[in-house]
C-alpha cells in the first residue's frame, strides 16, 4: 500500500523557515515522481514543487521561486520541502503526492509537471500557518 507521511508543518513568524517531510513507502520510492501542494482555505490546490524520480530536475511555482526548495534523499525515502522567507500568503495544508508515470521531458515545464491531476497517490497533510 503506498503511504506518504507529511510532518514539519508549524506556525511560524513571517520571514520565517521550516522544512516539511514526505515520508513514503509501499512503493518503490526511486520510480516515483514526487510533488509538494498545497490549499488555502477557499482556493484551489495548486503545485508549489515536484521534482523527477529519473534525474531530480526539480520545478517551481512562481510564487515561491528563490523561497522553497525540494530535495529527495532516496536512501530514506523522503521528500524535503525547505520553506525560508516565509510569508502570509504561504498559509495553507501542504500534501505531498507521488505518481510512477512522469517523464523527464514533464519537467520542462511548471505546468505540465506539477499539475495535481497527474499526481495518484497523496498523503494527509500538514498545516503551516505563517503570521504577520
Known amino acids: 500500500e503506498v503511504q506518504l507521511v507529511e510532518s514539519g508543518g508549524d506556525l511560524v513568524q ?3 523557515s521550516l522544512r516539511l517531510s514526505c515520508a513514503a513507502s509501499g512503493f518503490t520510492f526511486d520510480e516515483y515522481a514526487i510533488g509538494w501542494f498545497r490549499q ?3 482556493k484551489e490546490r495548486e503545485g508549489v514543487s515536484c521534482i523527477s524520480d ?4 526539480a520545478v517551481y511555482a512562481d510564487s515561491v521561486k528563490g523561497r522553497f ?3 529527495s ?4 525515502k523522503t521528500v524535503y520541502l525547505q ?3 516565509l510569508k502570509p500568503e504561504d498559509t495553507a495544508v501542504y500534501y505531498c503526492a507521488a505518481d510512477p508515470t512522469m517523464l523527464i521531458s514533464d519537467y520542462s515545464d511548471y505546468v ?6 497527474r499526481y495518484e497517490f497523496w498523503g494527509q497533510g500538514t498545516q503551516v500557518t505563517v503570521s504577520s
Open 14 to 16: 513571517a520571514g520565517g
Open 83 to 85: 520553506m525560508n522567507s
Open 69 to 71: 526548495t525540494i530535495s
Open 73 to 76: 534523499d532516496n536512501a530514506k
Open 40 to 42: 488555502a482555505p477557499g
Open 54 to 57: 529519473a534525474d531530480g530536475s
Open 112 to 117: 505540465t509537471a506539477c499539475s495535481s491531476f
